[in-house]
């Protein structure tokens, strides 16, 4: 007989949406062999969840919320196959349950957001209700925890997309909604340059003196154009450089040493469905 680790159980869960004790029993059942467990709790009424458990999980709902402090904040991400679901109340309102739960018990990662207790269950496990209520894949699959002196939060579209944005002091809400806004519309990389991998830098540089050599530039001013490329790329790319979307003329660090000149934001996360 097959030996049934808890891992396999899990993932027999994961795949079907079927409860902990009935995957376990299926996989015994079938000595271990995930196609006849699937099988065997289609057979068992676990019909929806198995057939949806190969479906792609495009819509949903994108959640950002601030803890009532200030100083920290979750995005997380409930995914559905349509837009039809995404927009039904109750399933926001239990997205927005996760997400409550998330913030009152201070949760940093998905893994113990999956395994912690809503209503008396597991969230995986309330997610896994949902699947065989709605007949739909529902994935929790998205989610982010930032902490600082400050956290603002920004829902954009909807539930399309959340921001979360960390200050070293608190802002207004005009500023937290102008910046995380930025963060929303220009997708930026990092807050600074510091902030870019050099994976990526070296990347953009490589890219950078191809393109000085495809146009027929001397070698020797290859590395001196490219550098001016790589410069450009930290100003669209990271927060700080980026030209202010509510006013071109200034970057967004000049915004902020409008507001303050100590006012620095330290971090951000950015979620989008998709």
Sequence with gaps: MATITAADVNKLRQQTGAGMMDCRKALVESDGDFEQAVDYLRKKGQKVAALRSDRETKEGVIIAKTAADGKSGVIVGLGCETDFVAKNEDFVKFAQSIV????????????????????????????????????????????EFVEAGAVTSYIHGNYRMGVLVAFSKPVSEEVGKDVAMQIAAMNPIAVDADGVPADV?????????EQVKAEGKPAEMAEK????????????STLLQQAFVKDNNKSVADYLKSVDADLKVTGFKRIALG
């Design 100 to 143: 409550d739960l998330a913030l009152a018990n201070g949760i940093k990662t998905v893994e113990d957001l999956n395994a912690a207790s809503l209503d008396g269950a597991t969230v995986a496990d309330k997610v896994n209700d949902q699947v065989a209520k709605i007949g739909e894949k529902i994935t929790l699959n998205k989610f």
């Design 201 to 209: 830098i070296a990347r953009e540089k490589e890219i950078a003196v």
């Design 225 to 236: 154009i490219a550098a001016g490329k790589v410069n450009k790329f930290f100003k669209e």
